[in-house]
């Protein structure tokens, strides 16, 4: 894989999330009721930096969860020397009943991500609502999902693949490009 292009740097990327967050305060009127929950792995840093966007804007804290959807995927890819899935366990801080839930994730692709987020969602309450929060939205969907909140829209081909770089994993912030 060879790079092919940076797409959003350091600054591209704060400012996305820095939109992202007034249009989530904008929609919903305010946070209340309202949950980040971050699909491990980036979903989780996205959130957690949304979190600290809304609570500077807002004055006030939004909880943050982490969803770990190992278990739901059509094509578990991690597995452990036993050849079972490698689950992390998802960290939900309190019950989702009744709440407006922001699914929060790095890149929406074909959709089969959020479709097994929205099943792990649901097998641990029932929200009033969902909406999904992506840094990229790169196209190519096979599922009838759509965004309510995008960085960034990429248009890609199929040959490419996007990579998005944090600092808390990765040691930096930015979003390239690669063909394969």
Not at 53 to 63: A, R
């Amino acid at each position: 894989m060879s790079q092919k292009a940076l797409v959003l740097d350091e600054q591209a990327i704060r400012r996305g999330l820095t939109r992202i967050a007034h249009e989530i305060i904008e929609k919903n009127k305010g946070i209340e009721n309202c949950i980040l929950v971050g699909i491990r792995t980036r979903g989780i840093y996205i959130a957690n930096r949304l979190a600290e966007k809304i609570s500077q804007i807002e004055g006030k804290s939004i909880p943050v969860g982490e969803l770990d959807i190992t278990l739901y995927r059509d094509d578990l890819s991690e597995k452990t020397s036993n050849q079972e899935p490698l689950v992390k366990g998802s960290d939900i801080p309190t019950s989702i009943k009744g709440l407006k839930v922001i699914l929060v994730d790095d890149v929406l692709y074909t959709g089969r991500t959020v479709r097994a987020a929205l099943d792990a969602l649901m097998d641990i309450g029932r929200p009033s609502s969902i909406q999904l929060a992506v840094l990229v939205d790169r196209g190519h969907r096979e599922l009838p999902i759509r965004a309510d909140y995008v960085g960034k829209n990429i248009p890609t081909s199929s040959s490419e693949k996007i990579v998005v770089e944090l600092a808390e994993v990765d040691g930096h912030d930015e979003v390239n490009i690669y063909e394969n």
